[in-house]
T-cell receptor
């Protein structure tokens, strides 16, 4: 089992460019999450999907959109990147209320 | 609203000494509680979890944590630190809020192990 996979691992964008971060899990989990991690701030939830076809905003959703394409895949899109979106992005999956399984992360720099 | 507080953003211990990382939570309903570890340039990995069974929970790599409802605490301990324990540790709470899952992470504690 690959667990949770994320692509790309690294990305540099110019302000105003768009991109999509991809995430897939092979554990048949219903719940999937996108977080951003910034120094001293822990993990902050961007969006959450409780099941295929549903998505909900988390703590910091502004500037992002998501798509739960199917049970396996949950993508995060930045429509117009800003320097404040420079961060490390983690995708995770879980069963309801239980422990989360994290991907290796995407390091995004917006210049 | 739920919250998680980790006391001390940085903790240093000598190799072989006791590791104690503190986590306090607030929650209006019984939570599930987790400790995760993050090594440099990696994602988070589960160390241990409390899901309303035994209050003393044992995890991987010799770590354990005790759920104390009266103190709203879930502190992480290890009797003897090893150099490989140097990492960042996150406490998290998960609960049912109006039919939805809410997960909140603490801001993390970086553990330094001194030879």
């Amino acid at each position: 089992n690959a667990g949770v996979t994320q692509t790309p691992k690294f990305q540099v964008l110019k302000t105003g460019q768009s991109m999509t971060l991809q995430c897939a899990q092979d554990m048949n989990h219903n719940s999937m999450y996108w977080y951003r991690q910034d120094p001293g701030m822990g993990l902050r939830l961007i969006y959450y999907s409780a099941s295929e076809g549903t998505t909900d905003k988390g703590e910091v959703p502004n500037g992002y959109n998501v798509s739960r394409l199917n049970k396996r895949e949950f993508s995060l899109r930045l429509e117009s990147a800003a320097p404040s979106q420079t961060s490390v992005y983690f995708c995770a999956s879980s069963e309801y209320l239980l422990e989360q399984y994290f991907g290796p992360g995407t390091r995004l720099t917006v210049t | 609203a739920q919250s998680v507080t980790q006391l001390g953003s940085h903790v240093s211990v000598s190799e072989g000494a006791l590791v104690l990382l503190r986590c306090n939570y607030s929650s209006s309903v019984p939570p599930y509680l987790f400790w995760y570890v993050q090594y440099p340039n990696q994602g988070l990995q589960l160390l241990l979890k409390y899901t309303s069974a035994a209050t003393l929970v044992k995890g991987i790599n010799g770590f354990e944590a005790e759920f104390k409802k009266s103190e709203t605490s879930f502190h992480l301990t290890k009797p003897s630190a090893h150099m490989s324990d140097a990492a960042e540790y996150f406490c998290a709470v998960s609960l049912n809020s109006g039919g939805y899952q809410k997960v909140t992470f603490g801001t993390g504690t970086k553990l330094q192990v001194i030879p």
